[in-house]
């Protein structure tokens, strides 16, 4: 079993900026990421990020979000910059791990003025 916890939600003006923390409680030889879902619409992928490093973004994020991973401390993190009202979502955090995915309860994040 592989638990997730997130962290580094909140309420941010347009244009602000947010870093979202996740924290596995073992080490994950596959991927992670990040969804969101907002209120009345689908789950949409926000980015992932593979064992090595690579990384892939929704298209309402490109050029805007950025993922890293720090394997040795079991951590995915999400820099969120140039915020808009659009972002307003619930967060959720995934792992890949021996063919199972594991997600976080979620983390809230608005953005409004």
């Known amino acids: 079993q592989v638990q997730l916890v997130e962290s580094g939600g909140g309420l941010v003006q347009p244009g602000g900026s947010l870093r979202l923390t996740c924290v596995a409680s073992r080490n994950i030889d596959n991927a992670m990421g990040w969804y969101r879902q907002a209120p009345g619409k689908q789950r949409e992928l926000v980015a992932h990020i593979t064992s090595s490093g690579s990384t892939n973004y929704g298209d309402a994020v490109k050029g805007r979000f950025s993922i890293s991973r720090d394997n040795a401390k079991n951590t995915v993190y999400l820099q969120m910059n140039s915020l808009k009202p659009e972002d307003t979502a619930v967060y959720y955090c995934?792992?890949?791990?021996?063919?199972?995915?594991?997600w976080g309860q979620g983390t809230q994040v608005t953005v409004s003025s």
């Open positions: 995934y792992a890949a791990q021996r063919l199972r995915t594991y």
